[in-house]
């Protein structure tokens, strides 16, 4: 595992310590490992919304399509 080292002014510092406390890290790196796996994961999902939005329309969607969705979603329940 490689290392990172990270200056932080004192009121980040002592954010990160009372984040650390509260939710329940064993410590600032734990922490900040945490925070850069949700921020690679909101990246990933940005590019993938990106590349929904640019993509071509492959299936009209109407009224239909979303009441099947929704029996669909209550039958999954129902189980």
């Known amino acids: 595992m490689s290392t ?4 932080l002014p004192d009121s980040l510092k002592e954010f990160v310590d009372n ?3 509260s939710l329940g890290y064993g410590n600032s790196s ?3 490992r ?4 949700k921020d690679r994961d909101r990246q990933r999902l940005r ?4 590349d929904g939005a640019n993509s ?3 299936v009209t969607t109407d009224l239909g399509c979303f009441d099947k969705l929704r ?3 209550r039958d999954a ?3």
């Open 77 to 79: 329940a129902d189980r």
């Open 56 to 58: 071509p329309q492959s």
């Open 30 to 32: 734990e922490y900040m």
């Open 19 to 21: 984040q650390v406390g």
């Open 4 to 7: 990172v080292n990270t200056s």
């Open 47 to 50: 590019g993938l919304l990106f």
């Open 71 to 73: 029996s669909r979603v």
């Open 34 to 37: 945490e925070l850069i796996r």
